[in-house]
């Protein structure tokens, strides 16, 4: 029998025959690709470095607040409901999601805001009001992406990129709904209100992508949040990772913290097992990474010259993000608001291609004890502020920066949105580029992994089966079809295409 207990050594267990599945990391990918392969047949070891589950999706529980460091804006559930379909269960057991309405606002730099929600009428009358000559581009808009959506889920993010011709199957379609151009240059075809132009393209940059240079084809967001709703789960986005993990062992499986990989081996050109920082080795059938594909290349015996020239390539922005508990509530701010900046197109340019620290910045207030009272003391809120950022490949010197960004977003949101801010906060942390370099091993302390642009995209994204050896296999942001939520799960989906049944390894 195979007794689980939290960071027990992984141990065989004599009288389990399934083939063994070593997962790398815990993050969204890697607790996906456990669930599916234990649905499988495969006995499962999921191996965390960090001492909690969920990687950039962990949680900090500080004088009574509640903080999911990373995502916040849970969108397409239904791929999360599969993945208990799966072992048989309801994920409403486990986790309660509540829609939310709005999905968020956008607060402009001039205080006029726009409520983004699933009610077309709502959304039509807010077009009209801001400009109501873009009315009918905005409605060509919206069906554009409708149609985008249907290719970009069910021909892109849903099937593997591992060969060329795969990408050719989907080129005639790709040319058809110009996803050759970018996502504020297709936005900007259809509307000419500058505040209407954000408002349909600001999306990339939640996977790390820049509106300016990030292909058409995430102008399928605004589609997806319509049909399937932004979603919050109560607890927080933590609940999720812990009703995954729950799963695991459920199926009879393991999943330990604090046990980092340090080589993946190969026998043969085939995938035998892992070795983990402390010399302990284990044996696999078959390996996952859900590590960033630049620490997987390097973790293989020759792969110092992959792992080098994926460091050459582009990576997402860095973030600052602040977390902070008030000693009051702010009743008028709702769960998710947008607060842009008087630059848009100027700024973008700053972040991802100039790369100083500039003055002005935007900002992503979460704030969600509007909807849950659980993730903070009462009569209190829990926020976070996230700011994106050049990442570390700019001149920015972090240890002497991170105090006046924080300083300025106190500032900024204490003119704006929460008045008297500054003698409110009565908890707080940081993270900075340079935290999601040490503590994801993220090149460039990138937020996102691999920018989403065009040449990085599908076929030409590191593939979801490796080509360095038989039976290793990546998940994650890095891998196709990307960064986000939808993206991670979905390349633990395409497991499902190209990993052999358990049977082909029964002893
Ligand atoms: C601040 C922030 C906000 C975000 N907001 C949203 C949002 O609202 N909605 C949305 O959809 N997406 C959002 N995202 C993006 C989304 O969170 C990520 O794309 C996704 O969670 C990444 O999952 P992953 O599977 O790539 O794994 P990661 O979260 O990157 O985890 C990988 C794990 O692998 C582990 N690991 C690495 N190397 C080893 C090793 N050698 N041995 C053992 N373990 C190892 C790491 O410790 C880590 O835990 C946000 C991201 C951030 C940072």
């Known amino acids: 029998m195979l007794t689980v207990v939290d960071n027990q050594r992984p141990q065989l267990a004599a009288d389990d025959k399934r083939p063994h599945a070593i997962v790398i990391g815990s993050g969204f990918g890697g607790l996906a690709a456990a669930v599916r392969m234990g649905a499988r047949g495969y006995r499962v070891t999921v191996l965390e470095r960090l001492d909690e589950f969920g990687g950039r999706a962990g949680v900090i529980q500080q004088d009574g607040f509640t903080f999911d460091r990373g995502p916040t804006i849970v969108t397409a559930p239904h791929l999360f409901e599969e993945l208990w379909t799966l072992c048989g269960k309801r994920m409403q057991d486990d986790v309660e999601m509540l829609r939310l309405k709005p999905f968020y606002k956008l607060r402009f730099d001039d205080g006029d805001m726009i409520a983004c929600s699933d009610d077309s009428d709502a959304m039509e009358a807010e077009v009209r009001r801001v400009n109501a000559d873009d009315l009918p581009g905005y409605r060509r808009f919206m069906k554009l992406s409708d149609e985008i959506m249907a290719l970009g889920f069910e021909q892109l993010a849903d099937q593997p990129f591992s060969t060329v011709t795969d990408m050719l199957r989907i080129a005639p379609d790709l040319l058809r709904l110009q996803g050759y151009r970018s996502v504020f240059g297709l936005v900007s075809a259809h509307v000419k209100h500058p505040k209407l132009r954000t408002m349909l393209s600001f999306h990339p940059l939640l996977i790390g992508g820049n509106p300016l240079s990030a292909p058409a084809i995430y102008c399928l967001i605004p589609s997806l949040e319509r049909r399937w709703g932004v979603h919050y789960p109560q607890g927080g986005v933590s609940q999720i990772v812990d009703g995954l993990v729950k799963l695991i062992r459920g199926q009879g499986n393991l999943a330990v913290t604090r046990s980092e990989v340090a080589a993946i081996t190969i026998t043969d050109g085939k995938v035998s097992g892992v070795r983990l920082s402390d010399g302990t080795r284990l044996d696999a059938d078959i390996v996952i990474s859900n590590a960033d594909p630049a620490v997987t290349s390097a973790l293989l015996p020759n792969g110092q010259r992959q792992a080098k020239r994926l460091v050459k390539s582009r990576y997402s922005m860095g973030l600052v993000v602040l977390y902070f508990g008030t000693k009051r509530r702010y009743d008028d701010v709702g769960h998710h608001t947008i607060l842009l900046g008087p630059r848009y197109e100027g700024l973008l340019n700053d972040i991802f291609k100039r790369r100083p620290l500039t003055e002005d910045f935007s900002l992503y207030l979460h704030r969600p004890s509007a909807s849950d009272p659980s993730v903070a003391p009462s009569g ?8 994106p950022v050049p990442h570390l490949g700019a001149d920015i010197d972090w240890q002497e920066a991170t105090a006046r960004r924080r300083d300025a977003i106190v500032e900024r949101l204490s003119s704006t949105l929460l008045p008297g801010l500054r003698d ?72 499902d295409r190209m990993v052999p049944d358990a049977v082909a390894f029964k002893r």
């Open 380 to 387: 209190c809120d829990a926020f976070y502020a996230l700011t």
């Open 424 to 495: 409110e906060i009565v908890t707080e942390a940081i993270a900075v580029p340079d935290d999601f370099a040490e503590r994801y091993l993220s090149p460039y302390g990138s937020g996102f992994s691999l920018e989403p642009i065009l040449t990085q995209s599908a076929w030409f994204r590191p593939h979801n089966r490796s080509d360095a050896a038989e039976h290793l296999y990546l998940v994650g942001a890095g891998t196709h079809p990307g960064a986000g939520l939808p993206g991670v799960i979905s390349s633990a989906r395409m497991l």
